[in-house]
């Protein structure tokens, strides 16, 4: 069975840090690009971060570019979002997702369509306070 488990969400005052980790399991997990989006109450779901299947790409939505930062450990079938200096506005659901990269490196753009990834986690909720 394909999973993607996010953790690492909470609560937290604005100017503070959290790092989401998505944990993957029923899958070649190395052979998967990832990317990190989120969706406020009422708004759609929207791109923050990508990372290839190696690692070696990253790309940012210009909103977050800075502050957050994606990383992966293959070894453990983990992707990290490192989120620094949070903002109110940064409260949301978070998700990871997942697509089959097949060893080739993929544009930005397709990192920012949702469209692209055959599995996602179930959220997790993330709340700044000001």
């Known amino acids: 069975e394909v999973q993607l488990v996010e953790s690492g969400g909470g609560s937290v005052q604005a100017g503070g840090s959290l790092r989401l980790s998505c944990v993957a399991s029923?899958?070649?997990?190395?052979?998967?690009?990832i990317g990190w989006y989120r969706q406020a109450p009422g708004k759609e779901r929207d791109f923050l971060a990508g990372?290839?299947?190696?690692?070696?790409?990253?790309h940012y939505a210009e909103s977050v570019k800075g502050r957050f930062s994606i990383s992966r450990d293959n070894a453990k079938n983990t992707v990290y979002l490192q989120m620094n200096n949070l903002k109110p506005e940064d409260t949301a659901i978070y998700y990871c997702g997942a697509f089959d990269a097949n060893g080739l490196v993929y544009s930005s753009s397709y990192y920012h369509y949702h469209g692209s990834y055959e599995h996602w986690g179930q959220g997790i909720q993330v709340t700044v306070s000001s």
């Open positions: 029923g899958f070649s997990f190395d052979d998967y690009a």
């Open positions: 990372i290839s299947h190696n690692g070696a790409y990253t």
